[in-house]
């Protein structure tokens, strides 16, 4: 069974940090890229970031790039976003994914082949 656990969700301030974490069993870690994507209310839902085990750059939205990033701990088979600066627009809830398919994540066209159950994060002055 495949399980994709998010956790580190919550409140922030504009400039502010979380980290959210996933903890994924059931799959090898090796043939995914895996990330984050989120959903605002009212938006489209978007890929944020992902991470493969190649020495290929992990995938941003252009509209993280600087702010986030993302880490994977094979060892403990979890992957980390480690979000900083951030601002309003990142509130959302974030879900963790695992696809091998890399691109879906820039032109998110179907939902991933597994994902988690959300962590829910906002950003309020």
């Known amino acids: 069974q495949v399980q994709l656990v998010e956790s580190g969700g919550g409140l922030a301030r504009p400039g502010g940090s979380l980290i959210l974490s996933c903890e994924v069993s059931g799959i090898t870690l090796d043939w995914y890229c895996i990330g984050w994507f989120r959903q605002a209310p009212g938006k489209e839902r978007e890929g944020v970031s992902c991470i493969t085990n190649t020495d290929g750059a992990p995938f941003y939205t252009d509209s993280v790039k600087g702010r986030f990033t993302i880490s994977r701990d094979s060892a403990k088979n979890t992957v980390y976003l480690q979000m900083d600066n951030l601002k309003l627009e990142d509130t959302g809830v974030y879900y963790c994914?695992?696809?091998?398919?890399?691109?879906?994540?820039?032109?998110?066209?179907?939902?991933?082949?597994?994902w988690g159950q959300g962590t829910r994060v906002t950003v309020s002055p």
């Open positions: 994914a695992a696809d091998q398919d890399p691109l879906i994540w820039a032109v998110p066209s179907r939902l991933p082949q597994y």
